[in-house]
């Protein structure tokens, strides 16, 4: 049981693959999470991107929950 | 009279034909109530970076989200402008330069409402649409990510 | 640096057909420095008069001055706005209810300016161009004259 | 020698016509021809139109050469 984490463009350039399944604690927030991320892929620290949980645009208070699908993306480039 | 406008596939394998904004159009003709169509075509165009020419855009999204994202775009242009009918469409894997990746179809009875929705779908399109590119530049298969200002 | 445009032939014979839409946009697919096409078109409706239906409204024009006030519309438009390429092509005779009428084409290189420019060209066009309109109504060749507000 | 009046829309309906060859003296105003047009055609008092004097928009102010070209342009339908 875990969140699924999926990756975008140039960030799954960085992680070598396109999702990973993370085991986390309970009570997570999306700023819990990226720092965990960054820490697992420093090259990610200077690229920018937001993330989704479930689908949603969150901010670093946004609860994560251990179900979650979380998706990190990077600037968009639509149209 | 609020009514629900089921989602529709957005995504294309891709260019977007210019037969496929024809037969688009000519399926519109039948709705004698349009008096207005604001279309909005976005075209690959053939910058010069540092690392040279592009020669097309690869897309890639975030589906999922992407047509719910699209979906949601709809519904709020509904609801803000008084519109007929409106379409989306856009490319997904590589459109070459010179090709079209983006068509917007917006139809009114007025064409106030047309022009206004068109320009403000395009920007929500550019702002909030999980969808990513790598412009390709050069002949050597290099590319460099595109990000949306 | 200031181009000079020439005077293109506007006037078609009746509706304009989707087909010769994308047929525009086929030929602006080598212009790899347009990333943006905002297009509009007038599409007749059958709105409910005191008389009947609409079933068509019937053009013509003082075509002289209105080929050259179309002209003016287009280098005032090139003036203002940062476009590449920009076509209008207006109907004469008969336009059957649900049909094409008018056809406004704006290339530019960044959006913004081409839903600008579309939406200045045709209110230009509707409130400067000598072009007047019978709107055909009811089964019994009965008809009114149309007026733009 | 005169003036070539063009009439468009429904105001070719009134005259009958779509063109007459006028004579007038030298020195009108667009003023001054509307007044003589109005009482050759009653009909297009209750009518608004524009007056083109070679091919330009004029106003009552505007003088008629006597080779002018002259039209009567009713209310604009393009679009």
Chains 1, 4 share one sequence.
Not at chain 1, 15 to 20: F, H, K, L, R
Not at chain 1, 22 to 31: A, E, H, M, P, Q
Not at chain 2, 15 to 25: C, E, M, T
Not at chain 2, 129 to 137: A, N, Q, S, T, W
Request: proline share 4%; glycine share 8%.
């Amino acid at each position: 049981m875990g969140i699924n984490i999926l990756y975008f463009g140039m960030l799954a350039e960085i992680t070598g693959q396109a999702n990973e399944i993370w085991t986390i604690k309970d009570g997570l927030t999306v700023g819990d999470l990226k720092k965990l991320i960054l820490e697992r892929y420093p090259k990610m620290r200077d690229k920018k991107f937001k993330v989704a949980v479930d689908q949603q645009i969150g901010d670093d208070q946004t609860f994560v929950s251990i179900q979650s699908e979380v998706a990190l993306l990077p600037p968009f480039a639509g149209g | 009279m609020k009514k629900i406008h089921k989602p529709k596939k957005v995504f294309m394998q891709g260019p977007i034909s210019p037969q496929f904004v024809a037969d688009a159009i000519a399926k519109h003709q039948s709705k004698v109530s349009i008096g207005a169509h604001a279309i909005f075509l976005g075209q690959i165009r053939a910058d010069e970076k540092e690392e040279g020419i592009v020669t097309g855009i690869e897309y890639s999204a975030y589906e999922e989200m992407a047509e719910q994202s699209f979906h949601e775009i709809r519904e709020d242009a509904f609801s803000k402008f008084d519109l007929t009918c409106l379409h989306i469409y856009h490319s997904l894997g590589i459109v070459p330069a010179g090709e079209i990746s983006l068509f917007v179809f917006v139809s009114s009875a007025h064409r106030r409402a047309a022009f206004e929705a068109s320009e403000y779908i395009v920007d929500e399109i550019k702002n909030k649409v999980p969808i990513f590119g790598k412009e390709l530049v050069g002949p050597t298969g290099s590319y460099v990510w595109k990000e949306n200002k």
